[in-house]
């Protein structure tokens, strides 16, 4: 089997850096401690736009009239892109260098920023995410793989901690450069702050970075495994995110799902015959490897869920403005960021399974909590609880690509990151689309009830249909032509569908994280054959 084969050169044939390449280098150019300055500053844009876009999105949704399809597509069309490229992207790295693609990603990563805030429509935009998630893919891999080519092996997990601090940095940053922008000049400039970051990296980058590449590799890339890959997912995540439309027993519903399962299905049997496959499936002979995979789908489900839905709750219930709700945000991401050191720690001193079977319980308690959240937005009511699913999250996340990675040969380490990664972004896009679904669902089940209560008289099934997109956004369907005596029914009965919606999305995560622990259950450390390198990210 080609699989095998390749399995077999990796540990035949390990790659890793020479004990003196730190030293080996002349001038700026592959010097250890600036690459890893270039390369942070690339991924920095991808892990800030992350979270500055959450911030942004009601503001889309306003200017544009985007609905709530519309913004899981503005999300979901960008992680899409993500996962599906982030493989192939690598691969290319591999075998046209690491400098030249990285570079590639960093300029077109920034120009499609930079078209997304002059756009002026909400298709343009969603298109847009979807090439910027293309070019997102070029940096994360290519990262990794010049880092690996410029410090010792003594040296790269310190330098790899730098590098994963500085992202979650960006991260935590988001919250607040996406609230101040939005607020102070619109959301079109969560984008353009791309811009310059870009500049700068490219900049950087081209002064610094040291062209590297796998020897003996061909330039092929499995272009029928990225085509099946890519039609499965958009199949899988357009029918759960239509299902709110058709209803998840339609033919409509059901055709896409059947559709996403059959592509699956001929992608792996065409990623056993090719020559050069886009993943190599005997990776999950390896039964830690798939349960850190599975791990992994399941941590983003609940990240992401919860991030996209908490900025809605935050601005449309709370009432918070932007720079307001990423305050509140912080909590969150800073405990994910500071937590990070003391997860890689407990993995060292106690192996993966350990740290992850916390890491699920303290994050399904988290999700539990928030499902009991009310209307009361303030700093005392959500801090703790957005704290506490920083904390859970941290370990997940570390200890899963401590299994995904170590349990791979070393010559497929870069691989194995990409699957990773690539199980991160589908992992957030299936969390956004499914929970966005049954959040949608169950405001159109509650809505008329809750408007009933309030005095406003019967509301229709259609009516309520018609009102769902701007309640599941935190917002009350009113307008000027609503009779001012109206509107605090109206808003009363709008939020306590929305909470309804969100509490059932938070549940049902902290289910999934629960069910989670079996997988967790299975896991052990990797075996680090060949000189392998353990990456915390």
């Known amino acids: 089997m080609p699989n095998t084969d390749t399995l ?52 889309i949704a306003e200017d544009l009239g985007a609905s709530m399809s519309d913004l899981q597509w503005v999300t979901n069309g960008y992680l899409l892109a993500l996962a599906v490229f982030l493989i192939p992207a690598g691969k290319l790295g591999d075998r046209y260098g690491h400098r030249t693609i990285f570079l590639t990603g960093a300029v077109g990563f920034a120009l499609t920023s930079v078209a997304i805030g002059v756009a002026g429509n909400i298709t343009a935009l969603i298109a847009l995410r ?60 969560v984008f353009f702050i791309n811009a310059p970051v870009g500049l700068i990296a490219v900049a950087v980058g081209l002064a610094v970075l040291a062209d590297t590449r796998e020897p003996g590799l061909t330039g092929r890339i499995d272009l029928p495994g990225v085509a099946l890959l890519s039609g499965a997912m958009f199949s899988l995540v357009w029918g759960v995110i239509k299902s709110g439309d058709h209803g998840w027993t339609s033919a409509y519903t059901i055709g896409f799902l059947a559709a996403a399962v059959v592509l699956l299905v001929l992608f792996a049997l065409w990623q056993g015959r090719a020559s050069e496959p886009l993943m190599p499936l005997a990776l999950f002979r390896n039964r830690s490897f798939s349960a850190g995979i599975g791990l992994m789908l399941v941590m983003a489900f609940a990240m992401f869920g919860a991030l996209f839905f908490l900025t809605f709750y935050l601005i449309g219930v709370g ?37 992850i079977i916390g890491g699920l319980a303290v994050s399904a308690a988290a999700m539990f909590w928030m499902g009991q959240l009310g209307s009361d937005a303030s700093l005392g009511a959500t801090a703790p609880v957005f704290a506490l699913l920083g904390l859970g999250l941290s370990p997940i996340m570390v200890a899963a690509t401590d299994v995904i990675v170590g349990n791979a040969p070393v010559a497929l380490a870069g691989v194995a990151s990409g699957i990773q990664q690539a199980a991160m972004q589908v992992g957030g896009a299936l969390g956004t689309a499914i929970l966005g679904a049954v959040m949608s669902a169950k405001v159109a089940s509650s809505l008329p009830g809750h408007w009933a209560a309030e005095g406003l008289g019967p509301l229709s099934s259609g009516d309520a249909d018609k009102m769902k997109s701007a309640v599941a956004q935190g917002f009350p369907p009113v307008d000027a032509k609503t009779p001012v005596e109206a509107v605090p029914h109206i808003t009363d009965a709008a939020h306590a569908s929305f909470l309804d919606g969100m509490h059932l999305a938070f549940t049902l995560s902290g289910i999934a994280l629960v069910c989670a622990i079996v997988l967790a259950l299975l896991v052990r450390a990797g075996e680090h054959r060949d000189g392998s390198v353990s990456v915390h990210v």
């Open 319 to 355: 009432g918070l403005s932007p720079v307001e709700a990423g305050v509140r945000m912080l909590p969150l991401t800073l405990m994910m960021m500071l937590s990070s050191g003391l997860a890689g720690a407990l993995v060292s001193k106690l192996g993966p399974r350990v740290p």
């Open 8 to 59: 077999e050169r990796g540990r035949r044939q390990p790659h890793s850096p020479s004990p003196d390449s730190a030293a080996s280098h002349k001038g700026l150019r592959g010097h250890p401690w600036l690459t890893l300055i270039a390369v942070a500053l690339g991924v920095m844009m991808v892990s800030l736009d992350g979270t500055v876009v959450a911030i942004a999105n009601p503001s």
């Open 130 to 189: 979807v090439f910027q998630g293309v070019f997102g893919a070029m940096l994360q891999p290519t990262a990794l793989g010049l880092l690996r080519s410029s410090f010792p092996g003594d040296k790269l997990n310190m330098a790899i901690g730098i590098w994963a601090a500085a992202i979650s940095s960006a991260s935590a940053a988001g919250p607040i450069v996406g609230g101040l922008l939005v607020e102070n000049v619109g959301w079109e400039s």
